[in-house]
C-alpha cells in the first residue's frame, strides 16, 4: 500500500474513533458508537498489515491467533459486575505494551528509523522516555486497581507517614532520570526510569479509597492513552498518535467531570490522594439503633400504592444480576398508574456507566433513566424510593459527617422520599467501608436477601 493510500486509510479511521467518541456519550447512539470504532479499528489493522514495511506475517499472525482466542474466552465468560476489574487489567495490558515497545526501539533504533544505537535522536528519546514512563505506571496502577476491585487488595485508602513527600521526590527522581537518559542515552538509566515509574503507579493507587475507584478506572484509562500516544511518536504512526491522544483526552476530560460531580479535587486523584490525611475510614457513631425490616409482600403492598417510585440501583444489582426482574417490577407498576423512574449516581458501581449498561441490557427505556442532578430535587415529593444494593452513593454521612471518607461527596437524597425500601442482603457497609445510617432512619425499611430473588419475589406479589 502507498504511503498516500495509508494516509488516508488512516485518516478514515481517525473519523471513525471520533464519531464512536461522539455515539458513546449517549444510549440511544452507543450502539452505533461502538459500530463505528469497531470499523475504525478494522481499517486501521488492515492499513498498518498491509504496510511495505511489514516483511513476515509469521509473528503477527500467532499473535491475532493468540491474542484473539484468549480475547473471545475472556468475552463470553466474564460476568457483568467483573467488568471494571476487566478494564483495569487491559488498561494494564497497553501500559506493559508501550514499556515493551520502547524498550525495542532503544535497543535497536535502527529497525524504527529513529537513529542508531549510542545515537538515537534526542526527540525520539524524549517521546520514547516519556512513553515509558506514563506505560509503566499505568500497568502497576492499573494492577493495583484490578486487585482492589476483585477483593485481592483491601478497598480502605492504604496510607503512611510522609507518603507524599516520597511521591513527590520520587516524581522529581524521575523528572532528573528522563533528563539524563536524553543527554547520555544510557541503558541503565532506561531501565531505571521503568522500575521507578513501576513503583510509581503503586504507590499513586494505595491511597485511593473504594469510594473514589470510577475516578481511577477513569484516569487509568486516560494514562493508557497517552502512554500510546507517546509511543506512537516513536513509532511514526500518525494514527496511533491521534488515537492515543483522543483516549488520554477524553479520559482526563470524564475524570475531571466525575471528580466535579464527587466534589473531589481533581488533583487529589491523580496525585494519590494528595491531601487526604486524617480523614477517618469509620462513619458515624449509631449506637444500639435498631432497623424495621419487611418481607417481599410489605414492599409490594407499599409500592402498588405509591403514585411515585424513584429505583436506585447500585452494584448490588449487578452482583445479584437483578435488572431484569427490576424492570419487570417497574413496568407491573407504570401498567397500573405508578410513575417510575431510574436514579443513577456518576459513580454508582464501580465504574463510569455501570448500571446504565446494565439497565439497557435489561431494556429499561432511557427516558426513565436520570442523572443525579436531574432528579435529586424530586426525592422529597416521591412516594417511594426502592434502593437495590447502592450503599455509599444513599449514604446520609456524606453530607453530615465530616469524618467520613466520602464527606462532601454529594448522594441520591433518597432519605427525603415518604418511604425507602432498601434491598441487601445485610448492614454490611459499603465498598468505602462506611456505615449507612439510612438503614436506621424510621421511614427506612429493609428487605433482606438476595436482591434479585427480592425483586421476583415482589413481582410474584404485585400478581
Avoid at 103 to 122: C, D, K, L, M, N
Avoid at 160 to 172: D, E, R, S, T, V
Avoid at 353 to 376: F, T
Avoid at 420 to 427: D, E, Q, T
Wanted: glycine share 12%; charged share 10%; hydrophobic share 50%.
Amino acid at each position: 500500500m502507498s504511503a498516500t493510500a495509508s494516509t488516508l486509510a488512516y485518516l478514515i479511521a481517525s473519523i471513525c474513533f471520533i464519531m464512536a467518541l461522539r455515539g458513546l456519550s449517549s444510549p440511544e447512539t452507543a450502539r452505533r458508537g461502538n459500530l463505528l470504532g469497531i470499523i475504525g479499528m478494522v481499517i486501521a489493522v488492515v492499513t498498518t498489515l498491509a504496510s511495505p514495511e511489514v516483511v513476515s506475517y509469521t509473528t503477527i499472525i500467532a499473535g491475532i491467533v493468540i491474542g484473539g482466542t484468549i480475547g473471545t474466552v475472556i468475552a463470553r465468560r466474564i460476568e457483568m459486575t467483573a467488568l471494571p476489574q476487566l478494564v483495569a487489567a487491559f488498561h494494564s495490558l497497553v501500559g506493559l505494551a508501550a514499556v515493551f515497545v520502547a524498550a525495542a526501539a532503544f535497543h535497536t533504533p535502527e529497525a524504527y528509523g529513529i537513529g542508531v544505537s549510542g545515537s538515537i535522536h534526542a526527540s525520539s528519546l524524549i517521546e520514547m522516555s516519556l512513553g515509558t514512563a506514563i506505560g509503566a505506571i499505568t500497568f502497576t496502577g492499573s494492577i493495583i486497581a484490578f486487585g482492589k476491585l476483585q477483593g485481592l487488595v483491601s478497598s480502605n485508602p492504604l496510607s503512611f507517614p510522609g507518603q507524599h513527600i516520597l511521591n513527590l521526590a520520587l516524581g522529581i527522581l524521575l523528572a532528573l532520570l528522563i533528563a539524563l537518559f536524553v543527554s547520555g542515552e544510557s541503558g541503565f538509566l532506561f531501565w531505571m526510569i521503568v522500575l521507578l515509574s513501576l513503583i510509581l503507579g503503586v504507590l499513586l493507587i494505595v491511597p485511593i479509597g473504594g469510594a473514589d475507584m470510577p475516578v481511577v478506572i477513569s484516569m487509568l484509562n486516560s494514562y493508557s492513552g497517552w502512554a500510546a500516544c507517546g509511543i506512537g511518536f516513536t513509532l511514526g504512526n500518525n494514527l496511533l498518535i491521534v488515537t492515543g491522544a483522543l483516549v488520554g483526552s477524553s479520559g482526563a476530560i470524564l475524570s475531571y467531570i466525575m471528580c466535579k460531580g464527587m466534589n473531589r479535587s481533581f488533583f487529589n486523584v491523580i496525585l494519590g490522594g494528595f491531601g487526604g490525611e486524617g480523614v477517618a475510614a469509620s462513619g458515624p457513631d449509631l449506637g444500639d439503633k435498631t432497623v424495621k425490616s419487611g418481607s417481599a409482600e410489605d414492599a409490594a403492598f407499599i409500592l402498588e400504592n405509591a403514585g411515585s417510585v424513584i429505583i436506585v440501583p447500585g452494584y448490588g444489582m449487578a452482583v445479584a444480576q437483578a435488572q431484569q426482574a427490576l424492570r419487570e417490577m417497574g413496568d407491573i407498576l407504570k401498567s397500573r398508574g405508578v410513575t417510575v423512574r431510574y436514579a443513577i449516581h456518576p459513580v454508582a458501581g464501580r465504574m463510569p456507566g455501570h448500571m446504565n449498561v446494565l439497565l439497557a441490557e435489561a431494556n429499561v427505556p432511557y427516558d426513565e433513566v436520570m442523572e443525579l442532578d436531574e432528579i435529586n430535587r424530586d426525592f422529597s415529593s416521591t412516594d417511594v424510593a426502592f434502593v437495590i444494593g447502592a450503599n455509599d452513593v444513599t449514604n446520609p454521612a456524606a453530607k453530615t459527617d465530616p469524618s467520613s471518607p466520602i464527606y462532601g461527596m454529594p448522594i441520591l437524597d433518597v432519605e427525603n422520599a415518604r418511604t425507602v425500601l432498601f434491598s441487601k442482603r445485610s448492614l454490611a457497609s459499603g465498598y468505602a467501608g462506611v456505615d449507612n445510617e439510612l438503614f436506621y432512619r424510621d421511614n427506612t425499611m429493609m428487605l433482606f436477601g438476595d436482591a434479585k430473588k427480592m425483586c421476583e419475589d415482589v413481582v410474584k406479589a404485585l400478581g
